[in-house]
């Protein structure tokens, strides 16, 4: 029987006052009523690591970073990912691309979707951090959520929230269809083990 698969909702920024819980808790609450998987939020705040220093790439040696062992076993525990980030100065938080860094195996031939937030909905960090995850053996989707400048400024200015911009709710319940989906065939396919891991 095919496992019931576990994703994780990552937030992507740590900064105090960050506006990153807002679509984060939108999207968990979406997430939560659907029988088909579970989900978790991951949050950089909980994994606090050094900027990377180590002495080789992680493919060649492994880490002895405590904190990064336990970022790297959470990744690993999970089946898919969907992660919510801002765009800083066109592209992703750095604190993601360190965390990014650390990771090798546990995140191989998973999928990855997208909510991004800020001017353009976040969609330079989102095209920027797909290529980082193709080196990663991502599997990255189509379907994504933006969050653009209208309704971040509705938000943090007229005391708005996600629920006055229902038309994100439609997008999100798809990208979550095709993101079980994929993390369900990529799990059956990880199974079967036939592709050997290649560095
Ligand atoms: C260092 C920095 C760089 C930023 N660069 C961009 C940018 O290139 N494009 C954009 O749309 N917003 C940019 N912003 C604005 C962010 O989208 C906005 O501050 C957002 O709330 C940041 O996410 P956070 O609150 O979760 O940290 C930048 C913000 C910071 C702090």
Sequence with gaps: MQKRPKIGIIISTTRPGRFADVPTNWLFNIAKQRDDADFEIVDLRDYPMPFFEEKMALAYAPTQNEVALRWQKKISSLDGYVFVTAEYNHSIPAVLKNALDYLYAEIHRKPATFVGYGGTGGSRAVEHLRNILAEEHVA??????????????????EGKSMADYPFHDDFAKRMLDHL???????????????????A
């Design 140 to 157: 990255s989707l189509k379907h994504t959520v933006h969050i653009g400048m209208v309704e971040m400024l509705g938000m943090l200015r």
């Design 180 to 198: 079980v989906w994929w993390t369900n065939t990529l799990n059956e396919g990880r199974s079967r083990d036939e592709v050997a891991e290649a």
